[in-house]
């Protein structure tokens, strides 16, 4: 005999899904920012019985604020975070080109950010593990009050577990130690540094952690930020997880080769406001306020960028725009992963169209190969209106890099993706520096010229069944 539910609970089960399938459908409509997100999320809701509402309450809900969160007091916004009301004046001797510390560029970035563009910065570019971990664990081994570290991976192998004791040795010695990890990039690597960390008596903290009870399924919005800051005085950014792949010299088959910064100066105090938001957001803790920036004799001008789904959303998307509408001579970029909005694409398409060289490096073989795919279905765009497309040769290339002309550079964890863009916490650093953006500008030359060109033959002429795959890979952008 078949089974059959009482009526009751059938009426009970059909008077739960619609009720909360017209809530959830209702709560996208009022806040989705895009017509197409909203009905999208408005028929998942509707027509997937109860695992619709379930399926929006976890990947399609911003719950997020990171300023006076559930009552607490706000961070102060003082170090740093001014509104930016009238054009920055370019510091004595440096051109106020459209891409300078005085150019519109500069101008919109500091309203955009609410952070102003702060001279007398030293910046340092490292390549890979090999110069980044070294200098990190250096700047670890001469702290003498405090360690604030963010990351979004933190493995416990090879050079990682190198920088783990030099953390456990400056606990050990009387430093505060204050590690963010976040909740789901934790997962990515087998041996994880959490627990050793713990061991020590490190102060370790998970960023918005994947828990059943109390609910937290945040699988979207994590925190992809790499911030390291050391006692005010030194600080670290770019796109370097913490792991043993970052070290490419030794041959390894997964190996990923990337960029970070080593900062001196005043930006170190901006850096240092971010780390401590996401700390209070995270735990509940404040942080002591920054010291004053002191003088330094470095030539940067250097602002942070933050972008994520809270009061920060679009930031970086916006001064994106601005970058490629003020360009005059040349964009570069070089990201892992580009799916770029409607409106960067339209951004480029124009660059290139009134003269402009637009140069787009991207790795020939991802990591994420449905990114890549995602890609290829929209490259046609950009190759038709003369955008120049590159593929780098493996290992893997996982820097994010922005030049514009000779004056601009932007350097960080962003990618140039709906994920980064939309979905992650994300910090980059504006760089207003001649001779560290030709550092940058021939670090850029040299991997164009070992990548292969991508031609609108090759797109156009890709078998059936692949542009099919590559379309499908592409209508889920969004949330790739």
């Known amino acids: 005999m078949a089974f059959e539910l009482p ?4 009426w009970l089960v059909l008077s739960l899904h619609t009720g909360l399938s017209l809530l ?3 709560h996208a409509l009022l806040t989705k920012r895009e017509p197409r997100s909203a009905l999208a999320w408005i028929g998942v809701t509707l027509l997937l019985p109860l695992g619709g509402p379930l399926l929006y309450l976890a990947f399609g809900v911003n719950r997020i604020r990171t300023r006076g969160l559930h009552g607490r007091p706000a961070l102060p916004l003082e170090f740093g975070y001014e509104q930016a009301e009238d054009a920055e004046p370019a510091p004595p001797d440096v051109p106020a080109g459209a891409g300078g510390p005085g150019g519109p560029i500069a101008r919109a970035s500091g309203r955009i950010s609410h952070r102003p563009c702060l001279p007398g910065n030293t910046a340092e570019l490292l390549h890979n593990g090999e110069q980044a971990y070294p200098a990190m664990i250096e700047a670890i081994r001469s702290a003498e009050r405090y360690i604030y570290l963010s990351t979004y991976i933190f493995g416990a192998r090879g050079a990682a577990r190198d920088l783990i004791d030099a953390l456990k040795a400056a606990q050990r010695r009387g430093v505060t ?7 789901l990039g934790q997962w990515y690597t087998a041996a994880r540094a959490r627990p050793l960390l713990k061991e020590a008596g490190v102060r370790v903290a998970e960023f918005l952690p994947l828990r059943l009870w109390p609910p937290s399924l945040h699988v979207n919005m994590r925190n992809h930020r790499k911030v390291l800051v050391v006692d005010g005085e030194v600080a670290f950014t770019g796109g370097m997880n913490i792991a043993d792949y970052h070290c490419v010299a030794g041959g390894g088959r997964n190996r990923v080769i990337d960029l970070h910064l080593r900062l001196r100066g005043p930006v170190v105090g901006q850096m240092e406001t971010v780390f401590a938001e996401d700390w209070h957001f995270a735990t509940g803790q404040a942080l002591p306020e920054p010291a004053p920036a002191g003088s330094s004799p470095g030539s940067a001008s250097c602002r942070v960028i933050t972008d994520g789904p809270n009061e920060d959303l679009d930031r970086l998307a916006l001064v994106l725009l601005v970058a490629a509408s003020a360009a005059q001579r040349r964009i570069s970029i070089m990201t892992p992963y580009f799916l770029p909005s409607r409106e960067l694409l339209g951004a480029l398409q124009a660059a290139a169209l009134r003269g402009v060289q637009v140069s787009v490096l991207l790795p020939g073989k991802n990591n994420l190969p449905y990114v890549h795919w995602a890609t290829r279905n929209m490259l046609w765009e950009l190759l038709q209106h003369g955008v120049e497309v590159r593929y780098q040769p493996p290992p893997f290339v996982h820097s994010k890099l922005l030049l514009i002309d000779e004056d601009y550079a932007q350097l960080g964890s962003a990618n140039l993706d709906p994920r980064s863009l939309r979905l ?7 760089l207003y ?3 560290l953006n030709t550092l940058l500008a021939d670090h850029f030359a040299t991997a164009w010229e070992r990548s292969r060109p991508v ?3 090759e797109i156009s002429q890709r078998r059936l069944a692949v542009r099919t795959r590559d379309a499908l890979c592409w209508l889920f952008s969004p949330y790739l």
């Not at 992650?424 to 504006?430: D, G």
Request: with cysteine; charged share 15%; glycine share 8%.
């Open 455 to 457: 031609t609108l033959t």
């Open 7 to 10: 009526a009751a609970v059938g």
């Open 177 to 183: 130690v204050c590690v963010l990890i976040d909740g």
């Open 424 to 430: 992650n916490f994300e910090l980059n650093v504006e």
């Open 24 to 26: 959830c459908a209702w």
């Open 433 to 435: 520096d001649p001779a």
